[in-house]
């Protein structure tokens, strides 16, 4: 069989992968993704939700509203307990449930707009790199060879183990039932707790409930089934409420690990290939989404050779201590819903903590993801942080920041004397706008910060460099993030801001 040529593979077509897809082809990459599935209905009952973070990103590329118009909004998230979120500087101060699989069948279709090939009803089994690109061994006997190899394979990851790359933490030590079904009669809705947990009873797709139940025990290492199910209801609330034709079923543990190194070489990691946690605060679809958004731009950068192979690195730096966290607060919370006395106690005594308000708001910033800061040194509060999305007015017309990054590019935004900044040689890589903005700058759970007289964004909207009357730094940020220009490398920039 002949040996398919791509720039950059992609093992998965959940909502990282395809996240990853779409970002590559927005940059002009040429992308392929291996997918098991025959198609995206085929994903069971996973994450239900989109965080604040997520939704802007999905914002960010002009693409939200395809969301936001199929979901239902929240004004809050769970950590711990529900905690209100609508006071925060963002314009998504909200939770959007949705279910994964209209989530991936919505990614699918952007992705679709770039003409992304998505080989189905097969899978990566393999792969051998060199210096120069990465063989990969599909299913069905054939071949693609790519600069690169992204495994979005999920939490058994053949990427992840086929690249030696270890992948410590905590084996599991409780597990719960999870199934969308049809029922006979009328479940007993909302949560219930006993000496096995808290389960919970909800409404599904149509008809149908969704249900999580605890087990008294780890689960086997197998499918779950109807049966299982049913006991377990039976366990939980003296009867199966009639419960049949299950659209899924499926088994979730406590299980926390994450990858030692995000990348090797020329294969990388993201989503639950690089961290599995325990599912508390729906977090984990979308600190994939977010993994996506860090390494696309930076990924297409490097295959296209306008930035070393360096640039990389810098995926692990910025990523993996945002998921070491998350892994470390979902183990909190999977501790806090023991059944014993002493843990309730606890876990009452968080909750009466999280009802002040700058707990709340810290806790309500690291789990939506708007808190999120890379470290990029001192400096500026806005330094590797979310670019916030203020209302510009500029010469041609009115617009919202995030607007200037649907093109997927770097964004230098002058807000001093207009036409008082010059980025020379990269001038064909970053969008300079010169703006007026006259509102405050606001920050969640910081508050309000110094206005700077001009930000350089990059494609993911974070802040790369701060201006505070001067261009001090901004030549080391440009080629730091978007490499050396071809030509002219040690131009001055023209006068300050």
């Known amino acids: ?272 290939a690089a961290h599995v946690h325990p599912p508390m605060g729906g977090q984990g679809l979308n600190i994939g989404v977010q993994d996506a958004a860090n390494l696309g731009w930076k990924l297409a950068q490097v295959a296209k050779q306008t930035s070393p192979q360096g640039l990389l690195d810098t995926y692990h730096a910025e990523r993996h201590p945002v998921a070491a966290r998350v892994l470390r607060t979902t183990m909190a919370q999977s501790a806090i819903r023991r059944p014993d006395d002493h843990t309730k106690a606890l876990g009452d005594y968080v909750a009466e903590l999280l009802r002040m308000d700058e707990p709340r708001k810290r806790v309500v910033a690291e789990v939506s993801g708007l808190g999120v800061r890379y470290d990029l040194g001192g400096g500026h509060p806005l330094l590797g942080r979310r670019m916030p999305d203020i209302d510009l007015v500029t010469l041609e017309c009115p617009l919202r920041f995030y607007e200037l990054l649907h093109h997927g590019g770097p964004v230098l935004l002058n807000l001093g004397e207009r036409r008082g900044i010059d980025i020379g040689p990269w001038a064909d890589r970053v969008q300079l706008i010169d703006a007026k903005y006259a509102g405050a700058w606001e920050l969640p759970a910081i508050g309000a910060v110094v206005a700077p007289t001009a930000v350089l964004v990059r494609p993911d909207g974070y802040v790369a460099w701060v201006g505070e009357g001067s261009q001090l730094g901004l030549l080391d940020a440009l080629t730091t993030w978007f490499g050396a220009p071809e030509e002219a490398a040690n131009a001055p920039l023209l006068s300050p801001i």
């Open 1 to 272: 069989m002949r040996t398919l040529q791509h720039a950059v593979a992609i093992a998965g077509a959940g909502p990282t992968g395809l996240m990853l897809a779409g970002e590559l082809a927005l940059a002009g990459v040429d992308v392929a993704i291996v997918e098991p599935r025959a198609n995206q209905d085929l994903v069971g009952v996973r994450a239900s939700g989109l965080h604040a973070r997520t939704i802007e990103i999905l914002d960010q590329r002009g693409i939200a509203e395809r969301f936001l118009s199929q979901g239902q909004i929240h004004n809050g998230v769970h950590s711990f307990t529900p905690l209100d979120i609508s006071d925060f500087p963002t314009r998504h101060n909200y939770t959007l449930g949705l279910f994964q699989n209209h989530i991936e069948r919505i990614l699918a279709g952007w992705v679709s707009e770039f003409g992304v090939p998505i080989y189905r009803e097969r899978a990566v089994t393999g792969f051998a790199q060199d210096d120069d690109g990465v063989d990969v061994e599909l299913s069905d006997g054939r071949c693609i060879r790519a600069q690169y190899l992204v495994g979005c394979d999920g939490g058994r990851s053949v990427v992840r183990k086929t690249a030696g790359i270890e992948f410590p933490g905590w084996d599991a030590t409780t597990s719960w039932l999870i199934t969308e079904a049809l029922t006979a009669e009328e479940p007993e809705w909302g949560f219930k707790s006993d000496t096995r947990g808290t389960h919970a009873i909800g409404r599904g797709e149509g008809s149908r409930a969704r249900m999580v139940l605890a087990e008294p025990q780890l689960g086997p290492d197998r499918e779950p089934t109807l049966r299982d199910v049913s006991n377990a209801l039976v366990a939980v609330y003296r009867k199966d409420f009639g419960i049949h034709s299950p659209t899924s079923i499926s088994r979730f543990t406590d299980m926390t690990r994450q990858a030692a190194a995000y990348r090797d070489r020329r294969v990388l990691l993201a989503g639950d």
